[in-house]
């Protein structure tokens, strides 16, 4: 909060001084005019604006509401099949959605006009009977007691001299009251909205929301962001969002409770409609039709059909099929706790072709089961939406061999499909902020996108759930205010953060200091920081080891198959949290600080090689083990090697050729093996296509996303119910970009000032390409194969250098633009450089 009110006075005094500087200037009449732009709204005066909304509930009870079916069962139950108690069915509504309006008219020239609006749960605006700007599921979820955004829009070219603003409102997150429990909404949907307006006289006018609005239901007769969307054709409203509209009829709005006093305009980027996805068949079902979109992914369908009046088109989407293919298997997609399936329902109005889209809710998905259609439908009538937040693309990766790239491409449609507004668990089933998945897949999503916002908006929830939840009954560790939630957002929190997921407090930070430069985050959740430390530190036990935690989450075959301790990987956590604090500190010029972490992290590097590691194997019992001792920085100096050696032969010997790892020790798995010259062991974990492997999934499974856990799936059977879209298990990712391409960030030098350049030539592969576009520009990494030679071309942006490091090549065997340079680890400046290496190790 300090830090937002630095922001907010900085941009003022910009501001004042951009105006007076500018008005300064007599030559120049249109500069002045933006200078006052600038000066009237760099802050926004909500004193007289009132939470407005419209509890009134005039829906068809056959639409408001659905049935729920509970089923909670045990977590080694890999099937949803209900039992008669399951079966026993609840019904319930969802909020009503909400039209309000107000209509007004200027008549002076303007010079500018602005609307800062704040729409709970999700809100859409309209000027004049146009829906203002492309945003989509707008604002981001908070934790709507804590914290709630508002959202600028300019709307000076579209203002005119009558005019009607009209919001419509629905449940998002904000009145989820069906999935899960009734329990985690905040209440029924509302607004609050400023509109100002510039003249060219220089005078101002405030139009805000009140009593003078207008509300009226919405056509949305159901909308909830889990569970899908009913929209009722024959009840729009023509023009209901332009002046000329008659609005006698519509009552006036209740005033509301504000949800909070904190509300804080939307730094994140927006949700957006990224791209279309074409589908690719459709057949006919036990009941309507079947459409495969050939991908799963995250958003809506859009539908263009024509019908008669009253026709109800019902879509149910999932991931998966039942194994006859006639009918969809919506187990995965979270049933068991949302109580239903994906839905939305669309009631035509029999006016020709009608095209449709939701508004407020979004899906994950690749097959749709349509029913209602009067004939067979054609492909041509359904269009796929990816929707995600709105974070640039800034990484891309291809190589020579297609399986790679697919599972580059597996990847990133993973991470894309849960970035929505904060990076969920899955976006189906919980689409919750778990911080474990926010720690493992932080570095493999920003060499991919841009998500410095993204980081800072994560930081600042975890910050409104310190102290909120009960502590874990698994751990040795009581209550206490400093510590985060496992969940960062909302209210489905899951307890107290475990002393793994709760490394994300310390990591997401950090690693948003390292990929973007980014200050501001580490200063600002500096005391978070030092906080969930102390209290770490007050619990850790006398030995230096922190017993708790979830542990090596999901690896193939279930947690059941863990072969890793908690304490483990909790203490590494632990570990890789105090050397982050230390080189925080650093930066913050604390450095009596930063001597303390330093002095405790050389402690818990004693105690965890004390208690794990075995000196005459050089193992730390497990590939997880090993893999995320030598990531950590925890082996001893001088065994590294002898400890990758290890854990190629756990690979290969111990479990035949194939990977164990949960989610801890699957994000450096590849980047281990490459630095320690077992490249052939990870060409060989990237070829394979029998259980368990990557291959298993794309080659025999024809998965497009990662799912929450590999098993050995029987292809004539139905696919367990664990979510088939989860980001945590692309943290591997990051070896495609920081060992094949090898562009790696140096920590002394954030934000790619420096880097390193440290690619593994891998074997099998004839060439590689990697770029990543860093805050001083853009990186690029591409080698290819000739004969003997390896030749390496790379891009290093203006003010920065690169430091190449090529250990497992001797000096005589590189050349650096045609000379050779004596070194196989040397520095080049800015600019386009070519390396040739000798290709014989």
């Not at 029999?350 to 054609?378: C, M, N």
């Amino acid at each position: 909060m300090r830090l937002f009110k630095k922001y907010i006075y900085l941009i003022a005094c910009f501001g004042t001084l951009y105006f007076l500087f500018s008005s300064c200037s007599q030559s120049n009449k249109k500069e002045s005019e933006i200078a006052l732009h600038v000066n009237v709204f760099t802050s926004i005066n909500w004193d007289s604006a009132k939470w407005i909304g419209y509890t009134k509930d005039q829906r068809p009870e056959k639409w408001a509401a659905r049935d729920l079916v509970r089923n909670q069962p045990p977590m080694n139950i890999n099937t949803w099949e209900p039992t008669e108690e399951d079966l026993k069915v609840t019904r319930r509504k969802t909020h009503p959605s909400v039209l309000l309006r107000k209509s007004f008219s200027i008549t002076k020239e303007v010079t500018s006009a602005e609307v800062a609006i704040c729409g709970l749960g999700l809100y859409e605006l309209y000027l004049n009977g146009k829906k203002v700007g492309d945003r989509v599921l707008d604002p981001a979820q908070t934790s709507y007691d804590k914290r709630a955004f508002y959202v600028r829009h300019d709307i000076t070219e579209a203002i005119s001299k009558n005019n009607s603003v009209g919001v419509m409102l629905g449940n998002g997150f904000y009145g989820q009251n069906m999935a899960f429990w009734p329990g985690l909404a905040y209440g029924n949907p509302r607004a609050i909205l400023v509109l100002n307006i510039l003249y060219k006289d220089g005078t101002k006018e405030q139009i805000v929301t009140d009593e003078s609005w207008k509300a009226h239901s919405s056509p949305i007769l159901f909308d909830n962001i889990y569970l899908g969307e009913t929209y009722d054709a024959r009840a729009e409203l023509s023009d209901w969002s332009t002046f000329k509209f008659d609005d006698t009829s519509w009552e006036t709005p209740e005033i509301m409770k504000a949800p909070t006093q904190n509300l804080l305009e939307q730094d994140l980027e927006p949700m957006r409609k990224i791209r279309t996805v074409t589908p690719i068949a459709t057949w006919k079902a036990e009941k309507g039709w079947i459409l495969d979109m050939g991908q799963n992914m995250t958003g809506w369908l859009a539908i263009s059909v024509k019908e008669k009046e009253g026709t109800v088109v019902k879509m149910r989407f999932a991931e998966h099929l039942m194994p006859d293919k006639q009918n969809i298997d919506p187990a995965s997609t979270g049933i068991h706790v949302t109580g239903n399936t994906q839905t939305d329902v669309y009631i035509c109005k029999g006016d020709g072709i009608e095209t449709w889209e939701p508004r407020f809710t979004y899906h994950a998905f690749r097959y749709v089961q349509i029913e209602g259609l009067s004939k067979t439908p054609d492909l041509s009538q359904f269009t796929g939406w990816l929707v995600r937040t709105d974070a640039e693309r800034i990484g891309t990766f291809k190589c020579s061999d297609p399986l790679i790239n697919k599972f580059y491409d597996v990847s990133m449609w993973t991470i894309e499909d849960n970035i929505q507004g904060l990076l969920s668990d899955c976006p189906h089933r919980e689409r919750c902020a778990w911080m474990g998945d926010a720690y493992v897949v932080a570095e493999a999503a920003s060499f991919n996108f841009d998500l410095k916002h993204l980081w800072q908006k994560t930081s600042s929830d975890m910050e409104t759930v310190l102290g909120v939840s009960k502590a874990h009954f698994k751990d040795p560790f009581p209550y206490d205010s400093r510590a985060p939630s496992n969940i960062s957002v909302g209210k489905r929190l899951c307890l107290q953060a475990r002393p793994d997921w709760g490394a994300a407090t310390i990591m997401v930070p950090w690693f948003s200091y390292v990929y973007y430069g980014d200050t501001a985050i580490i200063e600002g959740a500096w005391d978070m920081m030092e906080g969930w430390m102390a209290y770490l530190d007050e619990k850790v036990q006398e030995d230096g080891i922190i017993n708790g935690g979830f542990g090596d989450w999901c690896p193939p075959g279930g947690n059941p198959e863990m072969d890793t301790p908690p304490a483990l990987t909790s203490t590494a956590l632990y570990y890789q949290s105090l050397t982050s604090m230390e080189k925080m500190a650093l930066v913050l010029d604390k450095k009596e600080v930063a001597s303390k972490y330093a002095e405790k992290a050389k402690f818990v590097k004693t105690a965890f090689n004390k208690t794990f590691f075995n000196v005459e194997t050089k193992s730390y019992g497990s590939q997880t083990g090993n893999a995320f001792a030598l990531y950590s920085g925890l082996v001893p100096e001088g065994l590294e090697q002898l400890v990758a050696d290890n854990l190629a032969n756990l690979i290969m010997k111990d479990k035949n050729g194939h990977y164990s790892t949960g989610i801890f020790g699957h994000r450096p798995l590849y980047t281990v093996l490459n630095d320690y010259g077992h490249d052939a062991v990870t060409k060989h974990l990237w070829s394979i296509t029998d259980y368990p492997s990557l291959g298993f999934m794309t080659e025999e499974h024809d998965l497009t996303v990662w799912p929450e856990g590999v098993s050995n799936w029987d292809k004539k059977e139905r696919y367990y119910r664990h979510s088939f879209n989860h980001p945590m298990q692309s943290g591997f990712a990051a070896s495609f970009h920081e060992s094949l391409g090898g562009i790696r960030p140096d920590e002394d030098f954030p934000g790619f000032e420096r880097f390193i350049l440290r690619p593994t030539f891998l074997s099998g592969l004839q060439w590689c390409e990697a770029t990543h576009k860093s805050p001083r520009g853009e990186i690029e990494s591409s080698w290819k194969k000739e004969g003997s030679q390896i030749i390496w071309s790379i891009s290093v942006p203006d003010n920065s250098e690169a430091i190449i490091q090529l250990p497992h090549y001797q000096k005589e065997q590189i050349t650096l633009n045609n000379t050779v340079t004596n070194a196989n680890v040397f520095n080049v400046p800015s600019g386009e450089h070519t390396i040739r290496i000798s290709n014989s190790k």
